[in-house]
């Protein structure tokens, strides 16, 4: 057993409390490889913001948990080296059992959520609740999630949105215990969030995805004042990305996400946690498309995956100084 205190961790309570206060959200970005981990602390630092690295249970397979949590650990030594040593939180993503979520708080983890989403109300209150028991003596928190996101989401595919419903947070949240809520008001995993038939058109033909449902967040808002909201399904699918891919061999179609100044407004709001995976997903792989198109003889790792990084650490800083307003502020 190894607290995330010895290892120079936080957890998310005060940087959320800031982060209400102040009106932005803390970046939480994905990471299951050393690129990523390196760009995320990299732009964090340069930009001074605080952070949360998310490990997902997929990430934990890939990448193995006990190298992930040592490379967090390294994380906080290498904030330091750059100059700066920012707030780091070591995040479960998407926790699926009280097992995981314990094992995780076990090893170093500061802050796990555990997704009961799926689960009907009663169970997703009593699983919630066991979790927040063992995490709290450890002085962890948790983020639990009322509403299902459409999509994809721990390989449980939903067609249509469930929005969260404002009639449940008060109760959930106070029989639960938990730090934060992530909700549902039409945010989704991946990189096809809209289908083209649901967007309408600009002048110059661009799609606009419909707006997110800030009437439901306001709603929740007026329930639980002050209280942590989380977004998940929060990347915003950059289209120079996506053609860059297409140029260089890929077949991406119909890559629509969350417009950014949906997400700046969310984040001026309790929304205080923002979470972005599959932007990070495309910039790596049009980055590493292009060096292989360009120089098809490359077959030095750290030619491509270099690039990879910098692509990366450029998209992380835009994110903590344009989207999510958290510059600045670690
Ligand atoms: O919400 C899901 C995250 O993007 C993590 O994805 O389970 O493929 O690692 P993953
Ligand atoms: P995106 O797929 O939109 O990046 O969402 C990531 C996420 O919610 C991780 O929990
Ligand atoms: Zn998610």
């Known amino acids: 057993m190894v607290s995330y205190k010895e290892l120079g961790l936080v957890n998310s309570k005060e940087l959320f409390k800031k982060a209400i206060k102040g009106k932005y959200a803390i970046p939480a970005f994905n990471f299951n490889n050393m690129e990523q981990l390196q760009a995320i602390i990299a732009a964090c630092v340069e930009t001074k913001s605080p952070v949360i690295l998310q490990v997902s249970s997929g990430a934990r397979k890939y990448a193995n948990q006990t190298l992930l949590r040592y490379m967090a650990q390294g994380a906080v ?9 920012i707030p780091i939180v070591l ?6 059992s009280f097992e995981l979520c314990k094992d995780c708080i076990n090893m170093g983890f500061s802050s796990v959520m555990i997704d009961g989403s799926h689960l009907p109300y009663e169970e997703n209150i009593a699983l919630t609740k066991k979790v927040v028991e063992y995490a709290h003596k450890h002085d962890v928190t948790v983020e639990g999630e009322l509403g299902i996101l459409a999509g994809v989401e721990d390989d449980v595919m939903a067609e249509h ?11 959930f949240v106070t029989r639960t215990g938990v730090d934060s809520l992530a909700i549902s008001i039409g945010t989704s995993h991946g990189a096809n969030k809209f289908t083209p038939e649901q967007c309408t058109r600009d002048k110059n033909g ?6 997110l449902r800030f009437d439901i967040l306001e709603e929740i808002e007026k329930r639980i004042p002050g209280f942590p909201i989380v977004l998940h399904g929060s990347s915003s699918v950059p289209q120079e990305y996506v053609k860059t891919i297409n140029k260089y061999g890929g077949n991406l179609k119909d890559s629509i996400g969350i417009p950014e100044d949906q997400l700046r407004h969310a984040a001026q709001s309790a929304v205080c946690k923002i979470n972005i995976d599959s932007d990070g997903r495309l910039a790596m792989t049009a980055a590493v498309r292009e060096v292989f198109a360009k120089n098809p003889a490359e077959f030095d790792p750290r030619k491509y995956l270099g690039p990879a990084r910098e692509e990366l650490k450029k998209l992380y800083m835009h994110k903590t100084k344009y989207v999510l307003g958290s510059a600045g502020k670690a």
Not at 91 to 96: E, I, K, M, R, T
Request: hydrophobic share 30%; no cysteine.
């Open 161 to 171: 949105h469930t929005y969260t419903r404002p009639d449940e947070v008060v109760d």
């Open 206 to 211: 661009v799609l606009i995805p419909p707006p």
């Open 91 to 96: 995040h479960l993503d998407h926790g699926d």
């Open 77 to 85: 030594e290498y904030a330091k080296e750059l100059g700066y040593a």
